[in-house]
């Protein structure tokens, strides 16, 4: 039996917060989709709201729950009022559904992000919007399962929105040895310390996330 996220009072405001706070940190402040899920779960944010926690999911706006993200992120920052339009974007539409998703399955924003980026969520919207939930829900459960064998780095860089050639040049890594450490061919467990810090950096995770045995 599935254990849910928490109480189901909650969900229609977790619901109505997630998409605005992706409607509006997408297209009011510009931030790249895959970046603002980084940001969202390094506050600490997405931990308190995936918990439930009333003070986040229900104590205030889906803007303002953006604004505190952006701010605890990047300090002072001016940040533009929320156009509010009347029409569903597809940002606000995979807020709404994602939240519908985590409180279901009860998993962490971090694990789900890692397996199925924002941007894929988003591209869901012209098959999906019209649909029962069930379907979304559904297809997402199909996509954690299908990423379950790949490895950390490789879901980790995707979630970013990176490709291998990107990662190496932003890094200083080269493109051949992130290929061998994504298809394990070359155990990235014990890789140099100095790559997995450049590595851990550029895609805004621990260095304990990249490693496929973290405790051994």
């Known amino acids: 039996m599935m254990t849910h996220a928490y109480n189901e009072s ?11 706070f992706f409607d509006y940190a997408i297209n009011d402040c510009k931030i790249k989709p895959d970046w603002i899920t980084v940001l969202f779960i390094n506050t600490g944010y997405a931990e308190q709201f995936e ?4 003070a986040y999911v229900a104590g205030m706006s889906g803007v303002e729950l953006a604004r505190a993200v952006i701010l605890k992120a990047y300090g002072r920052k001016e940040l533009p009022k929320p156009t509010n339009s009347e029409e569903c974007s597809p940002e606000y539409w ?3 559904a994602l939240a519908e998703y985590q409180w279901y399955c009860g998993r962490r924003f971090k694990d789900i992000f890692e397996r199925i980026p924002l941007t894929k969520i988003i591209g869901m919207y012209s098959v999906y ?6 379907n ?3 297809t997402m459960e199909e996509f954690y399962k299908a990423a379950e064998g790949d490895s950390n780095l490789k879901r980790i860089r995707e979630s970013r929105g990176l490709s291998q050639s990107e990662l190496a040049e932003q890094s200083g890594i080269n493109v051949r040895n992130i290929q061998m450490y994504e298809q394990r061919v070359n155990d990235i467990d014990k890789a140099q310390a100095r790559t997995l810090y450049k590595l851990s950096r550029v895609l805004g995770c ?5 490693l496929e045995n973290p405790m051994m």
């Open 94 to 96: 995979a807020g709404w």
């Open 136 to 138: 979304f829900i559904d």
């Open 129 to 134: 919007h019209e649909m029962d939930i069930t």
């Open 51 to 54: 918990r439930g926690n009333p």
């Open 206 to 210: 621990d260095i304990e996330d990249l």
């Open 10 to 20: 909650y969900l229609s405001n977790a619901k109505d917060r997630l998409s605005s």
